[in-house]
């Protein structure tokens, strides 16, 4: 989780995935779940959130909460950027993998 800490504090500021998770009443899986799925939802068409809520499981509440903590649908872009976003590549794919999503 350390790379990802690290992001999310320089999005949300002075936070981590722990701390994150429990603000939106989530798991830490669960939060690298939702934040992997959102960062790839963010360029596609249509809507992030229900995107990534059909990508996880996860309920669309629960991923706005997510959106609004790391700063909104531009922190989203900003956030696919660090990851090295290129479709599926970099981070973000290798993120998408750990929770068998490709």
Do not use: C
């Not at 320089?10 to 989530?26: H, K, P, Y």
């Not at 809507?47 to 649908?73: C, K, R, S, W, Y």
Request: no cysteine; proline share 4%; glycine share 22%.
């Amino acid at each position: 989780m350390g790379m990802l800490d690290a992001l999310i504090g320089q999005l949300a500021g002075n936070t981590d995935v722990a701390g994150l998770a429990a603000r939106v009443g989530l798991t830490p899986a669960q939060v690298e779940m939702a934040v992997a799925a959102l960062a790839r939802a963010h360029p596609a068409p249509g809507d992030t959130v229900a995107t990534a809520a059909n990508e996880t499981g996860l309920h669309p509440d629960a991923l706005g909460q997510i959106v609004a903590q790391l700063g909104g649908e531009g922190a989203l872009g900003s956030l696919g950027s660090m990851l090295g976003q290129g479709g599926a590549g970099g981070m973000l794919g290798s993120l998408g993998g750990l929770f068998g999503k490709s």
